[in-house]
């Protein structure tokens, strides 16, 4: 392995969220009185922190969403998660292999640290990823696309930033890590590949990352 440390995004990398949580979010937006299709939230908001939401919706319309907004989306985000979500394919048996090389890995995201415990509870990733090795926007004062979750999860992993590799699906997401003066390997099942072109290498299907990070796809 030539990487000291691993840094996976959750959502859409580690568990199929993406779909769930951006069909809600365009429903609840339009419900608002914000029309917002399922695409245009893939655009604007996928691999961000939900203050985005806010930022974009007042930059456009110059009203404030309700005060109350980020607690209904989590309900309603987590009620179907309870009923719906399955982990990403392949993403089981790639923590599996680190873990069993004893290579050392943690998720850096930008959701909550509940909606990530939520998301593993669901999955039983929660067996492979203990509060310790779990990072959220909550925990900088920026998120993605700026590089402080990335760098804030490499110092308390203790690592340096040169010898880490970021698994991510989002456009902020790869400029974030690239920011970060990290590898960055960009999965391309929910985002164009066009889209992702900053990444260090793409790939289609987990079963290609483990490759990648031996350098043997690379």
Known sequence: ????????????VLVDSEPISNTILAAYLTELGHPTTYEQCLH?????AVHRIHDLVRE??????????????HTRIFAAFERELLPVDGAVAVVEKLAADGVPYCVASSGSHERIRVGHRRT???????DSIIYSAQDVGRGKPAPDLFL???????????????????????????????????????????KLSGATALFSHMSELPGLLHGSGA
């Open 1 to 12: 392995m030539r990487y000291e440390l691993i840094i996976f995004d959750n959502d859409g």
């Open 44 to 48: 604007d908001y996928m691999g961000g």
């Open 60 to 73: 456009r319309t110059g009203q404030a969403l309700p005060a109350d907004f980020d607690d209904v989306l």
């Open 124 to 130: 039983g990733l929660d067996r492979w990823f203990g």
């Open 152 to 194: 804030h999860a490499a110092e308390r992993m203790g690592v340096a930033p040169s010898a880490c590799a970021v698994v991510e699906d989002s456009p902020h997401g790869v400029t974030a890590a690239r920011a970060a003066g990290m590898d960055v390997y960009a999965f391309t099942a929910m985002t164009p590949a066009e």
